[in-house]
C-alpha cells in the first residue's frame, strides 16, 4: 500500500497488561481511506486489545498509531472522533431511538436544524423512521444494532471501531445485519477496523483480514488469498476447514512437492514453502477441494493424488454433505478423519460402512507447512 493512501497505520505496536506479558507483540499495518479491515482470532489473541488501543481506552506500551499522518496515541478517546459499535449495543435506556441518535451531534454542538435532519436522513436509511419514539426496550435486537451502528456513523466519524458487533444475534439476522452494514459501508465510504472470531463473517464482509495468534499477525490478505493461499499451518486450521494431514518432504521443486505421509503414501502437493528433505510438514487439503471415487473408476490419468480411505459415516446438512473417512497411520497405528464436503446437487454416493472409495485432489488446492509453524 503505498505510503499517500494510508489512512490508519500501525507502526510497532506492543501493549502488555502486567509489564511483564505481551498481548500485542510488533503489530505493523497500514489501512487506507474507505477500507473494510477485520481483525481476526481466537478468544485472547489481541485482537480487541488493538482495538481498544485505536479507541483510546488502552494505552500504548511501545510503539505509535498514526490517524490521517498524526499520532494519536496521547489523545483522549474523545478527541479522536472516532465511532464505534459493541456488541452489547451500548445504548441509553432512558433515551429513545431519535435522542439516543442525537446524543453524539449535541455533544458535537450541532444546529438543532442540522441535527434533525441528520437523525431523519439515518432513520430512514436504517429503516426506523417508524421507532424514533421507542426505547430500546421496545426493541429486538437486529433493531438496537441498527440504532447503535447508526449511532457510531450519525455524526460522520473518518474511522469506525465495531467490536463483535453481531456476536449476540441469531444465525438468519446475522447475516441480514452483515449484508446491511457492508452496504452502508460502500455508500458511506467509512473506514471500519472489525472484530470477530466468526470467520464466515470475516469472509463476507472484508475488503482484508489480518490474522491474529498470540499477538502476533499470522497473515493479512483479502479473503481470496487468506483461504486459497495460507501462510502457514495455523491460518490455514483457523480459516475456514482443513484436512491436516502429517508427513515428511521427499523433495521439492518450484512447482510441486513429493511428500511421504505418516502412512507412507506418496503425494504431490502444491510448492508455497521451502522444505528440506526429510523435514516434517503438515499437508493442508480443504473438504470442498477433495474429489471421491468409486475405486472401479479410477485411472492414474483423472486421479493426480490417489488415495484409499475407508467410509465411516456422512452428515446431511441442506447444501452439502459431510463425508467422514478413516485413514490408518501405520507409524501410530491409529486412525486419522478426513472430511470431504460434497454439494447437494447429484445423488450422493451410496456408500456403507468400511467401503474403500479413493480420494483424489489437484496439486494446486494441497499445501505444506513446516511443522514448526
Known amino acids: 500500500m503505498e505510503s499517500e493512501q494510508t489512512f490508519l497505520q500501525f507502526n510497532g505496536i506492543k501493549k502488555s497488561y502486567d509489564q511483564h506479558q505481551l498481548v500485542v507483540k510488533d503489530f505493523n499495518l497500514n489501512i487506507a481511506a474507505g477500507e473494510f479491515v477485520t481483525l481476526l482470532g481466537p478468544s485472547g489473541s489481541g485482537k480487541t486489545s488493538v482495538l481498544?488501543?485505536?479507541?483510546?481506552?488502552?494505552?500504548?506500551?511501545?510503539?505509535?498509531?498514526?490517524?490521517?499522518?498524526?499520532?494519536?496515541?496521547r489523545l483522549a478517546p474523545h478527541e479522536r472522533n472516532i465511532g464505534m459499535v459493541f456488541q452489547n449495543y451500548a445504548l441509553f435506556p432512558h433515551m429513545t431511538v431519535s435522542q439516543n441518535l442525537a446524543y453524539p451531534l449535541k455533544v458535537r454542538k450541532w444546529s438543532t436544524k442540522r441535527r434533525k435532519q441528520q437523525i431523519n436522513t439515518f432513520l430512514d436509511m436504517i429503516e426506523?423512521?417508524?421507532?424514533?419514539?421507542?426505547?430500546?426496550?421496545?426493541?429486538?435486537?437486529?433493531?438496537k444494532q441498527r440504532v447503535a451502528l447508526a449511532r457510531a456513523l450519525i455524526f460522520e466519524p473518518n474511522?469506525?471501531?465495531m467490536d463483535e458487533p453481531l456476536g449476540a444475534l441469531d444465525k438468519k439476522l446475522r447475516e441480514q445485519m452483515q449484508l446491511e452494514i457492508t452496504q452502508l459501508h460502500?455508500?458511506?465510504?467509512f473506514t471500519v477496523l472489525y472484530v470477530t472470531h466468526d470467520q464466515e463473517e470475516a469472509l463476507t464482509m472484508s475488503n482484508r483480514i489480518a490474522v491474529f495468534n498470540?499477538?502476533?499477525?499470522?497473515?493479512?490478505?483479502?479473503?481470496?488469498?487468506?483461504?486459497?493461499?495460507?501462510?502457514n499451518a495455523f491460518v490455514a486450521d483457523f480459516i475456514g476447514e482443513n484436512n491436516m494431514l502429517k508427513g515428511h518432504c521427499i523433495h521439492q521443486n518450484k512447482q510441486e512437492t513429493r511428500v511421504m505421509l505418516s502412512n507412507n503414501h506418496l503425494i504431490n502437493v502444491n510448492t508455497n514453502q521451502a522444505l528440506q528433505p526429510n523435514q516434517a510438514c503438515l499437508i493442508s487439503i480443504?473438504?470442498?477441494?477433495?474429489?471421491?471415487?468409486?475405486?472401479?473408476?479410477?485411472?492414474?490419468e483423472i486421479s493426480p493424488n490417489p488415495f484409499?480411505?475407508?467410509?465411516?459415516?456422512?452428515?446431511?446438512?441442506?447444501?452439502?454433505?459431510?463425508?467422514y473417512f478413516t485413514l490408518?497411520?501405520?507409524?501410530?497405528?491409529?486412525?486419522?478423519?478426513?472430511?470431504v464436503k460434497s454439494l447437494n446437487t447429484h445423488h450422493p454416493l451410496s456408500l456403507a460402512p468400511k467401503d474403500k472409495v479413493q480420494l483424489t485432489w489437484s496439486v494446486k488446492h494441497a499445501h505444506a507447512f513446516p511443522c514448526d509453524t
Do not use: W
Not at 286 to 300: G, H, S, V, Y
Not at 308 to 323: A, E, L, M, N, Q
Open 214 to 231: 498470540q499477538g502476533i499477525v499470522q497473515q493479512c490478505d483479502n479473503p481470496h488469498i487468506l483461504y486459497e493461499q495460507p501462510s
Open 186 to 189: 460502500k455508500k458511506l465510504k
Open 52 to 73: 481498544m488501543l485505536v479507541a483510546g481506552f488502552e494505552g500504548v506500551t511501545s510503539g505509535d498509531i498514526l490517524l490521517n499522518g498524526h499520532s494519536i496515541k
Open 328 to 339: 490408518n497411520d501405520k507409524n501410530t497405528n491409529k486412525e486419522q478423519t478426513i472430511i
Open 286 to 300: 480443504r473438504p470442498e477441494k477433495i474429489t471421491m471415487l468409486p475405486i472401479k473408476e479410477t485411472t492414474d
Open 159 to 161: 474511522l469506525v471501531l
Open 308 to 323: 484409499i480411505v475407508s467410509f465411516s459415516f456422512k452428515h446431511y446438512v441442506g447444501d452439502c454433505i459431510r463425508y
Open 128 to 143: 426506523m423512521t417508524d421507532f424514533a419514539h421507542r426505547y430500546p426496550s421496545q426493541l429486538s435486537g437486529g433493531q
